[in-house]
């Protein structure tokens, strides 16, 4: 796998990050369309984008962090066949090097389903293991999702 680290994401790395987000985040929070995805990120200010990507620029995986009300936060997501092999640890790693504070919204349970059918497996364990504190008293519930904020600190 390659790295690619950008501050703007150009048109073919957005489709191929919303295909992947479609694919492994629950359905009821998919992009239809690049322009809804566009909309996702607008808001989000000082963005730094980490692709994973195969040789032929495919891309595999994304990270991102990003200012939101005076923190530093991150989203990340994974295609299924390089999660467990450390990508996304190295990927955290590497931001925390970056960082002295970094934030995000987890799914902390197992009741949504991805658009294939299959159950959308919590990663929480997965923060826990690299640093971060569940805060439980820090929830975000909308119509669609239920999270619950992480946070890692120098």
Do not use: C
């Amino acid at each position: 796998m390659q790295y690619l680290i950008t501050k703007a994401l150009n048109d073919t790395q957005k489709e191929q990050v919303r295909t992947i987000w479609n694919r492994v985040y629950p359905a009821q929070i998919g992009h239809s369309n690049i322009l809804s995805f566009e909309k996702y990120l607008a808001p989000l200010h000082n963005a730094t984008h980490w692709l994973v990507q195969t040789k032929q620029a495919i891309i595999k995986g994304w990270f991102i962090t990003f200012d939101r009300h005076n923190d530093r936060w991150f989203a990340m997501l994974l295609n299924d066949d390089i999660q467990g092999q450390g990508i996304g640890s190295g990927l955290l790693q590497h931001a925390q090097a970056q960082n002295k504070v970094l934030n995000g919204w987890v799914i902390d349970h197992h009741h949504y389903v991805r658009k294939d059918g299959q159950t959308y497996i919590s990663p929480i364990e997965f923060y826990i293991k690299n640093g971060f504190q569940v805060l439980t008293d820090q929830r975000l519930e909308t119509e669609q999702l239920s999270l619950v904020k992480v946070r890692w600190e120098v």
